[in-house]
C-alpha cells in the first residue's frame, strides 16, 4: 500500500544535514519512502493522511538499554552506587524469572514507542523472550546474549555463555524481515577474564562478513577505569583492543573516563560511544567527554540505560540533558547544538545498529517515523523545529510511531501491544518480586 503524508512539517536529511521543510508531503510505499518535497507528488497514493499541525522526525534510536529492568525502576535511588548494585538491583535479578523478564520487556516497549523510539540496543537475561515479544510488537531490536566470566581462572571452554551466544546469532540474526538484529557482547572488563574474552573475539571474528557488531560497558565509572589499569596495566578501552575485541564494529556504552588515547583507540576502529547522560549524572559517575568525541569524529549515539538507573526510558529527556548538561558543564552555551543532538539520536544511532537503511528521512530509507505534535503550549511559536524538539519537546507530544510503514502507536493507542495485558502482567510481577506492592 502506498501512503502519503500530507501538510506536515518535516525534518527532512539532505546531503549530510538536516533540511526541515515547513509543510510538505512525506510518500511512503510499502515500507520505504518514495517521495518528500514542499510540493504535492504527481504519483498517486492509495491513502493520504493529513498531518497538520504534526513535525515528522525520523524514529529514534535508543542504543543502550536494559529493557526487562522497567521493573525495577527507581529501586534504590538513594544509595551510591556499589550499593545500589549489590543491595538493590542484583538481589532483585535474582528472583527474576523468564515471565517477569517478559512483562518488562512489553512495558518498556509500552513507554518506548509513545516517545517515538522505532529501534533500540538491550542487552539483558533471556534474549529469545524478547525476540519472541517482537514478532508482535514491530519494533527493530538489537540484543545479545552477553558472555561474562565471574571466576579470574574460568578457562574459555568451560564458558556456556559464549556457545549460547554464537547459537542465538546463527538462529536469529536478521530474523523478522531484518527488524532483529543479535549482536554479540561482552558485559565489560570487570565482569570477564582474558582467555574468554580473547576466546570469544577469536571465535566472532569470522562473523564480521556476516553484519555482526559488538556491545560492551566501557569506562563508565572512575573505580572501574582505575581498577583495570591496576589489574593489567591497561585502560579498558586499550584491554579490549588488545583481545581483540575492537575487531568487529562496536558500540561502547558510557565511556564516562576514557582518556585522549582511548578515544584515539576507539576512533581507529570506529567504535560508537553511546552517551548516557541521565544515568551516568543520576549515578555520579560524571561527565563523558561528548564534545571531545565529536571533534575526533566519532559517531556518538545515545542511550537511555535501564530505568532502574535512569528511572524511564525517555529519549527526549536524553537529548535534552545531552545538550543543556554539557554546556553548562563546560560553560559554552553552543557547544552541543541541536543538529547534533539529533543526529546522535537518529543517524547515529541506526549506523550504530547496522542499520544503514534507516536513521533519516530520506527517500530510499525504511520508513521509520515519529509524529510530534507542535499544537502544544510549550512548543509555540517554533521558529525553528530542531531547538525546539531537543530544548521544548516532550515524550508525550509524540503521537504517532510508524515502523517499516506500519503504524505502531498513534494518539495514545497501541495497534501492535495490548497495553491491558501488559500492565496487569507487569502488576503481577511486580507483586511477585516486591511482595504485595
Not at 79 to 107: S, T
Not at 211 to 224: D, F, I, P
Not at 341 to 366: F, P, S
Not at 394 to 405: E, P, R, Y
Amino acid at each position: 500500500m502506498k501512503l502519503l503524508l500530507k501538510n506536515a512539517g518535516i525534518l527532512a536529511f539532505k546531503d549530510g544535514r538536516f533540511d526541515p521543510i515547513p509543510e510538505g508531503f512525506l510518500g511512503i510505499d510499502g515500507d520505504t519512502i518514495d517521495y518528500i518535497g514542499a510540493n504535492r507528488p504527481q504519483a498517486p497514493y492509495d491513502r493520504e493522511k493529513d498531518m497538520r499541525g504534526k513535525l515528522l522526525i525520523p524514529g529514534i534510536v535508543n542504543c543502550h538499554c536494559h529493557a526487562a529492568m522497567t521493573l525495577l525502576r527507581g529501586i534504590g535511588s538513594d544509595l551510591p552506587l556499589d550499593r545500589w548494585l549489590f543491595e538493590a538491583v542484583f538481589p532483585v535479578e535474582d528472583r527474576l524469572k523468564p515471565e517477569d523478564i517478559m512483562a518488562g520487556n512489553a512495558l518498556a516497549m509500552l513507554e518506548m514507542l509513545a516517545s517515538g523510539v522505532t529501534a533500540f540496543s538491550d542487552m539483558y537475561f533471556e534474549p529469545r523472550t524478547l525476540i519472541e515479544q517482537n514478532e508482535q510488537a514491530g519494533m527493530k531490536v538489537n540484543l545479545t546474549r552477553v558472555v561474562q566470566a565471574f571466576d579470574p581462572d574460568e578457562p574459555p571452554e568451560k564458558n556456556f555463555r559464549i556457545a549460547e551466544s554464537l547459537a542465538l546469532f546463527d538462529e536469529f540474526h536478521g530474523c523478522q524481515n531484518g527488524r532483529v538484529r543479535v549482536d554479540f557482547g561482552v558485559h565489560a572488563e570487570y565482569t570477564t577474564n582474558d582467555a574468554v574474552t580473547r576466546r570469544y573475539a577469536d571465535l566472532i571474528r569470522p562473523y564480521r562478513e556476516k553484519g555482526a557488531r559488538v556491545q560492551l560497558h566501557l569506562s563508565e565509572t572512575r573505580k572501574e577505569h582505575e581498577e583495570c589499569v591496576q589489574r593489567h596495566g591497561l585502560t579498558p578501552a586499550a584491554w579490549f583492543e588488545r583481545m581483540g575485541i575492537f575487531d568487529l564494529p562496536a558500540a561502547a556504552a558510557h565511556c564516562v573516563w576514557c582518556t585522549h588515547d582511548d578515544l584515539d583507540i576507539l576512533k581507529a576502529h570506529d567504535v560508537c560511544p553511546i552517551h548516557n547522560p541521565t544515568s551516568n549524572l543520576k549515578l555520579g559517575s560524571g561527565f563523558a567527554p561528548v564534545p571531545e568525541m565529536l571533534e575526533k569524529g566519532l559517531r556518538v549515539a545515545l542511550g537511555t540505560d535501564g530505568a532502574a538507573s535512569n528511572n524511564n526510558l525517555n529519549m527526549f529527556e536524553e537529548m535534552h540533558i545531552a545538550a543543556i548538561g554539557m554546556n553548562g558543564y563546560l560553560m559554552d552555551p553552543v557547544l552541543m547544538p541541536p543538529s547534533a543532538i539529533l543526529r546522535m539520536a537518529t543517524v547515529n544511532g541506526a549506523h550504530l545498529q547496522g542499520r544503514d537503511d534507516t536513521g533519516c528521512l530520506t527517500v530510499g530509507k525504511k520508513a521509520d517515523i515519529a509524529a510530534v505534535d507542535m499544537d502544544r503550549p510549550h512548543l509555540y511559536p517554533a521558529f525553528q523545529p530542531m531547538p525546539m524538539l531537543v530544548y521544548s519537546a516532550q515524550a508525550s507530544d509524540v503521537v504517532m510511531t510508524m515502523v517499516d510503514g506500519k503504524i505502531l502507536y498513534e494518539n495514545g493507542e497501541y495497534l501492535t501491544i495490548e497495553r491491558e495485558k501488559v500492565m496487569f502482567d507487569a502488576k503481577q510481577a511486580v507483586k511477585r518480586l516486591y511482595g504485595g506492592r
